[in-house]
């Protein structure tokens, strides 16, 4: 994958050189670790041809968001594609990341090389994780006992319905569903695929959604074939409200806390990034994926940076598009709260060097709703003011990777 978006070799001319910066030192064994993996000549080949791709896409980016950002920041289209095309030869940073990294801004461009792609992730992932059992993070049903188990408030499972058919009700349970509004999804699932809201009909008793009313009977009947269709896990949890602070931030789906945290080489706990994740829409999650908003958090103040989108990441938005809520600039009351929940969950597993957790201001308080180990760095990065080649992470990966080689040899 790293190389459909970047050149897989590191030509002599990339200012990209093991200087011994932390983040330098990292693109480099990124770069060790894909000629290792991949065929020589498919790379080579590749490689040649990047310059030619980082063009074609330089000019097709600029075409979709240039003329917004040309606008709102001053920046002509002509510039912002040379911008593109000169960060993608130079520091192999492909025109993919360019808006979302905010670079047509000078700030951001200034400190391009800081950055880390999240392709650069995805390509380090295996090696940053082997012989770490994720499933205790990315299995909700693990995850939910573990946090049960160390005391961190998390969503309540209902129910689960197993993909052989069988139906698995918490010890005690009345074998039955709560009467309220119930959310679907899979346990081991990422980026909302599958998830569904149902509202509850308490006059007619029954779950309703998309048009669709079931009672309970034939609600599991409905759930039991959802799992099987899959062949994945359902669970079935109570779908929860924000807060009157964050609901203003949401048309009705569960707005929640990106928060990715770490444990250091010394054992120390912090955080990296967070930020505010938000549906516009009639979206039932508030995957940036399926087409939310995020909009950055300052670590110290809780303060909201302006929101962007995935899909339009040129355009800043300081109010919420379709609640007309302030967000740039909205100190969050509740995010000391978040911090500590955060921190006490990264240290409620401590085998997992870095997690991006997703946390719920409710209007009952804070509320886990899942962890993630692939959490990427677009989302990460796309609303700070530091990139990450700036913190600790670069030497949080380097320590592990060299761990994991000496263990080796």
């Known amino acids: 994958m790293f190389s459909n978006y970047c050149s897989p070799v590191r030509f002599p001319w990339l200012r990209i050189k093991d200087d011994g910066t932390p983040v330098n030192r990292l693109h480099c064994l990124i770069y060790d670790l894909q000629w290792k993996r991949g065929v020589k000549a498919k790379l080579l080949l590749k490689a040649v041809l990047w310059p ?4 074609l896409m330089a000019f097709h980016d600029a075409f979709l968001y240039g ?11 002509w510039k912002q594609w040379w911008r593109m095309f000169y960060l993608a030869n130079f520091y192999n940073l492909s025109p993919y ?13 200034a400190r391009a090389a800081a950055f880390i792609q999240h392709i650069e992730m995805d390509a380090m992932y295996q090696a940053l994780f082997s012989g770490v059992d994720n499933g205790i993070i990315d299995d909700k049903l693990r995850f939910y006992a573990r946090c049960r188990e160390r005391g961190i408030p998390v969503l309540f499972v209902e129910v689960v319905f197993q993909d052989d058919g069988r139906i698995e009700w918490p ?6 569903f709560p009467l309220c509004d119930l959310f679907l999804k899979y346990t081991n699932s990422s980026l909302g695929v599958g998830a569904e809201a149902w509202k509850y009909d308490a006059a007619a008793r029954t779950w309703q959604r ?7 009977r ?14 994945k896990p359902v669970l079935v949890q109570r779908r929860l409200v924000n807060s009157p602070e964050i609901v203003q931030f949401t048309t009705g789906a569960l707005s929640t806390f990106r928060v990715v945290t770490y444990v250091g080489p010394d054992g120390k706990i912090g955080i990296l990034s967070a930020g505010l994740k ?3 829409g009639a979206m039932e999650v508030d995957n940036s994926r399926a087409g939310g908003i995020v909009a950055g958090i300052e670590l110290e103040t809780g303060v909201l940076m302006p929101a ?7 355009q800043l938005m300081p109010q919420h598009p379709d609640t007309g809520a302030t967000i740039s600039g909205h100190r969050l009351s509740c995010w000391q709260e978040v911090r500590v929940l955060s921190l006490k969950a990264q240290a409620a597993f401590p085998e997992i060097w870095s997690v991006g957790w997703d946390i719920a201001m409710t209007d009952q308080g804070l509320v886990m709703i899942e962890g993630n180990t692939d959490y990427g760095l677009l989302l990460a990065q796309r609303c700070i003011t530091q990139p990450l080649g700036e913190t600790i992470f670069p030497t949080l990966c380097l320590n592990i990777l060299e761990k994991k080689s000496c263990a080796r040899s």
């Open 308 to 314: 962007s989108s995935r899909s339009f990441p040129g």
């Open 97 to 109: 990341v360019f808006y979302k990294f905010g670079f047509y801004k000078d700030s951001h461009y």
């Open 278 to 280: 938000m549906p516009v």
């Open 67 to 77: 003329l917004t950002v040309e606008r709102d920041f001053g920046i002509s289209r």
């Open 210 to 216: 998309d048009g669709i009313s079931l009672d309970e």
């Open 218 to 231: 034939l609600f599991i009947a409905y759930c039991v074939k959802k799992s099987r269709a899959e062949r």
């Open 52 to 55: 030619l791709k980082a063009f």
């Open 171 to 176: 010890a005690g349970a009345a074998k039955s």
